[in-house]
């Protein structure tokens, strides 16, 4: 996989291996290896390459690789190490790869491997990661009046942005599999798969409060991103014609944030004392990118690997006040039902005040290979801005947020993007 989306990327650049003197890599759940993306570039064959002519003049080694682990920030955090490769280690060219197969594991392997991440000692029940995350469902339950059904609406919600994309794993499952999953308006004219709220209501429990169908949608997957510096593609666009059209699609970093917190998240009475990760990663990225808030930003990529990180990321978007996710949450999808009712879902996307959350589906809908999926998020992202999100598109997209969220709520990295030119 990450040779088929390393090659995939650099021919969307325009670009060779040859080009690479930055590799950046995440470790992956179903393969470990230290030093992973060591481990890649030499499997990939990277050393043996030619190096760029550029990194001989500077006399730079011909690859520098660096393997991160923030876990799920992951792909946003090697996002950000790659920016400040380029900006302070005089880096041109870096590939960040990430891929994962927790959807072909058996699910006790999978699961004896994340409960040990934690240990017995976290004190949370089995499975740890849902049951670690109900914990801060509870809190927000108990003190913001979160509701059960407030929590369901997030997976329709994703469900119905993940119905109009073809490779979500809902889209490829539901339309296979599982009829029953479409509610009778969604199968009127082509079938398109829809989680409605009846059927999370009885999806069996994992965590006291979170269902099966709450849960990150384990996945198969990878993903690649490359990022230059901008002389580097000038110094291209002088020598190749076909770097113009890539140069049109190149987004840029306009601010970043991150944050870290414990591993095991605190005991239940504690919870409330500590800073949410992601408020301080989101209030250092706005202000990075000038001063900007919510109200600037057309698209947000959340991670949502159950419906409170979800809730909670919006609060600390701005999107909605804190404590106040449940009932954005609920506002959204009576809109989505009204429109549902009437026939008029198409234009629903349309809609500047609906949704402009995880048009690809998020890790509910759309899949979860581990640390992959902010991954995922930044390239519907760069969809986005370059209008390329066909069927889900928002109008006049220019800026987008990204997020990725590690662990229990234990690392958080943001970036907000924009077009290059
Ligand atoms: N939507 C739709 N279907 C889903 C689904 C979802 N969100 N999640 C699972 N399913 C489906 C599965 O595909 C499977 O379908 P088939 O029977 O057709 O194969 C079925 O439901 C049963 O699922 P499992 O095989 O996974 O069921 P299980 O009983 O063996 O395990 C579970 C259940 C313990 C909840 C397991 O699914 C699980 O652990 N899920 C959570 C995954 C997780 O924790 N991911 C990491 C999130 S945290 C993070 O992302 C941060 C980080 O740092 C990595």
Redesign the pocket.
Known sequence: MIRQVLDGALKESNLSVNDLDGFLALPSLAEHHIMEAHFQATSLGLFTRKASSDAKRLGQPSLLCRTIDT???GPVSALLQAQSMIQHEGLNCVAVVAADS?GSMD?RT??QR?DNIFGDESGIPS?I??NGYDRYTQYQMQRYGLTRDQLRMV?CLQSFHASRHKESL?YQ?ALE?QPSQQTEHMKRDTPKPF?ALDSIQQAPS?APNIS???????ADGAGCIILTSESFLNERLRTSLEMEQVKKKAVTILGSGESSGPLVPPAKEQIGGFPFGSDAAMTQAYRQAGSLKATNIDFFAL?D??PICLIRALEATGICSQGDGGNYIEAQYSKLMNAVDSGTEEELIQDPTFFPVNTHGG???YG?P??V?AMYNIIEACQQLNENAVGRQIDDCKRALVYG????F?SSAVAILGKAT
Do not use: K
């Open positions: 876990g799920g920030g927790v699910s999978f699961l994340v499975p990661i849902p997976v809902l499952t599999l989680t994992v099966l169908l709450e849960c990150a949608y384990r991670y690997c159950f890790l509910l809908c979860a581990w640390e999926p969220n590690g662990g229990i234990s």
